[in-house]
């Protein structure tokens, strides 16, 4: 969900609960100014969400409104449930555990013949243990990425030298059999790819970071899209 959608999502669960909101009220609860608070009604309202009021004296949502809950197709089920299994043991435990989650809503949602179709799959990608340090790093990594929190790595790289740095990591990259973080080395000052599995330590550290225009993911895709057409 965007951070707007989930703003809309926000405003109606206060509008829910309320009598009467003002703008002000809203904007308090938001954490924004009152200006975008006019706008997101506006376009709640003509979107088809019955707000009633005007700026000045607040606004309610008729009774018994609620937002539709997320609807999938039996096939588009299918494919979660058929792409589930490829992907849950190539990541962390949280992932794991979150993709299993997902897939037991799935199945509860489906009607039996197709839960029992769907129970049998025949795609599989067994876990035969060759990448321990995915479910070791893949977790810190991830979780590092999302908060935007600088990593300490103690790496090894293919030549077999030893280095700690520190990083700001900014996407996971699933390459052929490994797993890939992009980040910007501070050691380095430009964008470098870190094999989890030479990564012989990852530490947190307490400083966090904010994209830039010239040291971020969309940059960097930017510049590997450029050398690709260069070659």
């Known amino acids: 969900m965007t951070r707007r959608a989930d703003r809309l999502f926000q405003i109606v669960q206060i509008l829910r609960g309320r009598r009467l909101t003002t703008a002000a009220l809203l904007a308090e609860r938001l954490g924004v100014s009152e200006r975008p ?33 997320l609807m999938l197709t039996t096939k588009e089920s299918e494919a979660l449930l058929a792409a589930i299994p490829l992907r849950n043991p190539w990541g962390g435990e949280a992932l794991s555990q979150s993709l299993e989650s997902a897939q037991e809503k799935i199945l509860a949602i489906l009607p039996e013949a197709r839960r029992r179709q769907a129970e049998q799959t025949r795609l ?36 077999g030298q030893v280095t700690w740095r520190e990083v700001l990591p900014l996407g996971l990259f699933f390459w052929g059999e490994r797993w890939l973080l992009v980040a910007w080395c501070e050691l380095r000052n430009d964008y470098r790819n870190f094999r989890l599995d030479r990564c012989l330590e990852v530490r947190r550290t ?24 260069e070659k």
Do not use: M, W
């Not at 019955?50 to 949502?61: D, H, I, K, M």
């Open 124 to 159: 599989f990608a067994p876990d035969l243990g060759a990448h321990r340090y995915a479910k070791t790093h893949f977790d810190v990594i991830h979780q590092a990425v999302s908060n935007q929190q600088v990593l300490q790595l103690h790496y090894q790289d293919e030549s």
């Open 206 to 229: 307490e400083r966090r970071f904010s994209e830039c225009a010239d040291r971020s993911l969309s940059d960097f895709l930017r510049k590997v899209r450029c050398e690709v057409r």
């Open 37 to 69: 608070v006019y706008r997101e009604i506006r376009d709640l309202s003509l979107s088809g969400v019955p707000v009633e009021g005007e700026a000045g004296s607040g606004y309610r949502l008729l009774a018994g409104y609620d937002l539709p809950p």
